[in-house]
């Protein structure tokens, strides 16, 4: 693997920290957006329209986010634990969101966010 991040781990943490901030700053976002669609419901007390609905669906994909990047520091953890140095792509494998998996992999996935 010459010339990967692994050959420079500095580097390697410099970028998942700086895609992991980006996928937080993501997910917060999102949430907000669910929380103000939730309370509108709430006091207005009728039924969500359907294009509230379809942002309440949002809420899976932040469970599924969530899930992934958990896993995945899981996985580097027990990497670090158990051999010393983690392998991001070997953490990043059992990421079932595609899209998180390729940004996890490279920071330039940022780009195709």
Known sequence: MGGSDMDHPDKALK??????????????????????????VMERGTRPTSAEL?????F????QTLAGLSGFYERVQ?????SGPADLP??????????????LLSPGGLQNA
Not at 90 to 103: H, I, P, S
């Open 78 to 82: 027990d990497q670090v634990e158990k």
């Open 60 to 63: 899976d994909l932040v469970i």
């Open 15 to 40: 970028d998942l920290c700086t895609i992991s901030s980006w996928e937080m700053h993501q997910l917060k976002v999102k949430i907000q957006e669910l929380e103000d669609v939730a309370l509108t």
């Open 90 to 103: 070997a953490a990043a494998k059992g990421v079932t969101l595609e899209r998180l998996r390729e940004r």
């Open 54 to 58: 379809r942002a309440l669906q949002d």
